[in-house]
């Protein structure tokens, strides 16, 4: 009430922020005139004279209006399309480092274009991030034309593309692209052992769409580069068949697995713990199947890796579903699935043997496990760019995260017409049998009437018990979700027709429109080629005005939500997608006392409350109470999932720190023609340690000579003498040593490099630092994961986890870099000394 009142009577940030930018839209308005007056080769030397003023003044700002102004009269020149008030307003927000929450259908992708034209224009490159390559594609092929009749050239980062095309793709003033790509090309940049194997350019301006997807639900996974390395699937398959035994016992006596003696069960966090009793249990059946010694504890350091197979294999069975976490295509391999979007990702495996645990599950073919050999989460690498802004219908409800994390504002944009959606309120049943029969009830009376219906649902699963139904009862219907989502777009764009049923899982099919009466666009497509006075055109277009007035007069496109989201964002993502642009809609949400997020984080006294109310078979009670209750459930979950982030991100922050490092030294070196002086001073650093190690005041003369000569041709192959050194030990006399030993050194190094050619044996020097430097980085990405992974512990000892990480991986980090100096001088000297 406090925060209503300050509002109305000071305002709030958001409107602060529109007012100033409805200033600049009134200003893009008045230049209007002057831009209709232009000839069509005026606007590629209006986007030359930009280009001409940015190099000299660096002042984007300045010119804003004038540059929005210009597109907005290319597009309808184009597109035949004239950009909102609206979307100006999208345009303007989006170029000052914040997102811009817009609407389902209030056209973000012609809004893109604003912002992305005037950053180009500085000659560093744009890249627009999408979800998956289709829309990205999509996007590119649509801008095209407005960009190249503005002068600009456009790219396409695309999967499967050979590094001439992606260097091509980078180098276009504006690029299109995914978030995995622009990722995973950053990584293989910082692999390459050449500059000229390098694609992408700086990192200068990211503009994300569904900028919520990318930057919160897929932050948490890693993007990692890996290598296999020799593993044993059969030990996987011998944990499987134990755990399936353990499991048998624990369901000895009990209905559910979760109530037993042997091990618990956290499904709010997806992890098992063994009690004590389960423990012994383990051990005697891994001795049982001879894996493990007779008197051994699991405990033991060599047999600690078995426990973590053990607890993989007991979540794969408990934890994990087929058709809901992870799917199996037809070359039976195991693909997660996005637990957000419902999409497959491809290419993608968990960690910690848990992808093994469950390909040895379902009895597929178990890939060896991989080492990480490069890595960055989405958090770090798109805080790399210079300046970042995103779009999406929304952001509001995490606008705090995307500060905190990302330095983002979030600026709620108006609609360019009037919502008038119905939502009605959750219907709650006490069994999933029930609601479903509920759910089919609705479909049946929407289609009575011809009205489009959009089923969301929560998992592959439960989107195939809908449609099984369907099917039996003759109800013609599309079905999308993961196993499908290379034709999401197409039955997505078809999902206002009249009557039409479609069942998609979660978001798939986000980022394409769903028009009432069926995507005409998607249709003029197909007629590209046909003269617009084509009778077939006006048939098609006279059919689409048809179905669109028919859907509006019977109620719009119906939502219907079979399960609420552990998340308020992507329930409001499924709704959503009706009343876009000021047409009819309405939506409602079904749910059971069985649901997850009821079962999980609805209070008992709530859940025993509703069971003791006497509801009768198919009977729903719908109360604003409950619905409260079923949103501070989501709000636990979200706030869970927030610090889980945030945690995350601290952890990264610091790896991030040394990546940087390592990256930058790498850059540095492969930019470099000659790094001669780099390995000179390295080797009379490393040769200063080896004598500043073993030259100590108690120890005898003779004995540090041996030992110092015996340590050079043994680590570094120098068979050089000291023994004509007769004075006594002290610290002036180590520059003795160091200056013979730097001498000798330098000696057959000259000669080595006269021997095999100056500028191949430069060559030589810059890959012995480069191999050795990534293999070094490799060891110690495996390491600090392993810290990573048992750090928690600290806490025991009253310790902060976060403060005793930093202190460990700063360690490694110093020792790593001093392992990189000895290695480089190490396989140096063996190329110098070898005969």
Known sequence: MLMEWLNKWFGNH??????????????????????????????????????????????????????????????????GMRHFDVQLLGGIILNQNSIAEMRTGEGKTLTSTLPAYL??????????????????????????????????????????????????????????????????????????????????RSLH?????????????????????????????????????????????????????????????????????????????????????????????????????????????LRAHI????????????????IIIDEHTGRLMEGRRWSEGLHQSIEAKENVKINNENRTLASITFQSY??????????????????????????????????????????????????KEEKINAIILDIKQRISKKQPVLVGTISIEQSEIISSILDNMNIKHNVLNAKYHDKEAKIISEAGCPGVVTIATNMAGRGTDIVLGGSFFEKKQCLDDIDAKNKKFFYEQKKWKRDHNFVVSVG???????????????????????????????????????????????????????????????????????????????????SRNFEIRKQLLEYDDVDNDQRSTIYEQRNYLLCKKEISNTILIIAKDVFSSVIHENCRKDNHKNDVIKKIE?????????????????????????????????????????????EIGIKKFQILEKNIMITTLDNLWIEHLSSIEFIKQSIHLCSYAQKDPKQEYKKETFKMFISMLQGIKKEVITALCLLIFSK
């Not at 504006?174 to 000229?196: A, C, H, P, Q």
């Not at 295509?329 to 195991?334: A, D, L, S, V, Y």
């Not at 606008?399 to 119905?422: A, G, H, Q």
């Open 14 to 79: 958001n409107n602060y922020v529109l007012n100033k930018a409805k200033n600049i839209v009134n200003d893009i308005n008045m230049l209007e005139p002057k831009m209709i007056k232009l000839k069509d080769q005026d606007f590629k030397k209006k986007t030359y004279e930009f280009k001409q003023f940015i190099k000299k003044n660096q002042d984007l700002d300045s010119i804003l209006p004038e540059a929005y102004a210009l597109v907005r009269e290319a597009s309808k020149r184009v597109f």
């Open 119 to 200: 950053n180009a224009l500085n000659n560093s490159g744009v890249h627009i991030v999408t979800m998956n390559d289709y829309l990205a594609k999509r996007d590119a092929k649509i801008n095209e034309p407005l960009f190249n009749f503005l002068g600009l050239q456009i790219g396409l980062n695309a999967s499967g593309m050979s590094l001439n095309e992606k260097r091509k793709a980078y180098s276009c003033d504006i690029t299109y692209g995914t978030n995995n790509e622009y990722s995973f090309d950053y990584l293989k940049d910082n692999m390459v052992l050449s500059r000229n194997d390098c694609v992408q």
């Open 205 to 313: 301006y990211a503009l994300i769409d569904e900028v919520d997807s990318i930057l919160i639900d897929e932050s948490r996974t890693p993007l990692v580069i890996s290598g296999p390395i020799e593993g044993y699937s059969k030990i996987y398959l011998e944990i499987n068949r134990i755990v399936l035994v353990l499991i048998k016992l624990a369901q000895k006596n009990k209905k559910r697995v979760s109530c037993n003696q042997y091990f618990s069960i956290d499904e709010k966090q997806k992890q098992i713990h063994l009690t004590e009793l389960g423990l012994t249990k383990v051990e005697e059946l891994l001795v049982e199947f001879n894996i493990l010694n007779i008197n051994e504890s699991l405990y033991y350091s060599d047999n600690i890796i078995l426990l973590n197979y053990v607890i993989s294999s």
């Open 319 to 334: 934890l994990f579903f087929k058709n809901v976490d992870y799917f199996i295509n037809k070359k039976k391999e195991i």
């Open 382 to 431: 798109f805080r790399l760019y210079d300046k970042l802004s995103g779009m999406t219908g929304t952001a509001e409800t995490e606008s705090f995260e995307f500060s905190t994390i990302y330095n983002l504002n979030t600026i709620v944009i108006p609609t360019n017409k009037n919502m008038i959606r119905t939502d009605y309120s959750d219907l709650v049943f006490l069994t």
């Open 556 to 638: 719009g496109l119906h939502i219907i939500g079979t399960e609420r989201h552990e998340s308020r964002r992507i329930d409001n993502q499924l709704r959503g997608r009706s009343g876009r642009q000021g047409d009819p809609g309405s939506s409602r949400f079904y749910l059971s006392m069985e649901d997850l997020l009821i079962r999980i984080f609805i209070p008992d006294g709530v859940k025993n409350l509703i069971q003791n109310l006497g509801i009768k078979k198919n009977e729903f009670i719908q109360h604003q109470w409950l619905n409260k209750a079923i949103e501070n459930a989501q709000n636990v979950v979200e």
């Open 710 to 754: 015996k340590l050079l041709l043994d680590k570094f192959y120098m068979n050089i003498k000291l023994d004509n050194f007769n004075k006594e030990l002290s610290s002036s006399n180590k520059k003795y040593f160091l200056h013979k030993i730097y001498a000798y050194f330098m000696y057959f190094y000259t000669i080595k490099r006269k």
